[in-house]
């Protein structure tokens, strides 16, 4: 009698700090996407990267509770994720270390060292929030900007009258004019964060079919 009482009761014990855990790792997590929004530097893709992360939390999380739970389902695991590809470009370093935060986050928690994680994850951010993210953004490399346009009758000198004094230095690199579609890179380097909302609104002001791609500079063209 008491053996069954002891059966019964083994699940539900672990169950609780299970459950504990899960929801100090959502809660970390979203600490950690608001303040990757808040403190990135990341110009581009910023929003669709913090989205991902209280995801990619969570999922580590169940992979781990999963793996603890049975040895067998560990090894069909590894098979099984060992067909799968990260096909999504990094732009930035930056990038993968909220990445790792993230799964560092679903990993300790998972795996009941709460106290720990908790500290060693919140140490990191103040590392990067007194350290890491007060640069500005003419500290940073060159940017590539892409421009493209199907008004023929905008020339590139508008362009670079309505982008100048957003700019600190500005190199056109590659020119592509056609009827249809045409298409300036430059390397620029912006004077702040700023910049890329309001060139955005200066280029479709002048042209409404206009786009733009903004990213850090790594390409020698």
Known sequence: MNELLTLDTAPQTELIPTIFSFILCVLMSFILRSFYLRRSFSLTGKNHIGSILPILSMVVFLVIIVVKSSLALSLGLVGA?????????IKEPEELVYLF?????????????????????????????FFLSNRSLNNVLEYNLII???????????????????????????????????????????????????ASGKIQALDNNSD?????????W
Do not use: M
Not at 153 to 179: K, M, T
Not at 212 to 220: A, D, G, L, V, W
């Open 81 to 89: 994720l060992s067909i799968v590809r990260f096909r999504t470009p």
């Open 101 to 129: 935060l993230a799964i560092a986050i679903g990993l300790g928690y998972a795996a009941g060292q709460v106290f720990i994680t908790t500290i060693i994850v919140l140490s990191v951010l103040l590392i990067i929030y």
């Open 148 to 198: 493209n346009w199907k008004k023929s009758s905008l020339s590139i000198d508008e362009i670079l009258g309505q982008l100048n004094p957003l700019l600190e230095s500005a190199q056109l690199i590659r020119l592509d004019l056609s009827n249809d579609n045409n298409t300036a890179v430059f390397i620029v380097s912006p004077i702040d964060g700023t910049f890329l909302k309001e």
């Open 212 to 220: 733009i791609s903004f990213f850090e500079s790594k390409t020698n």
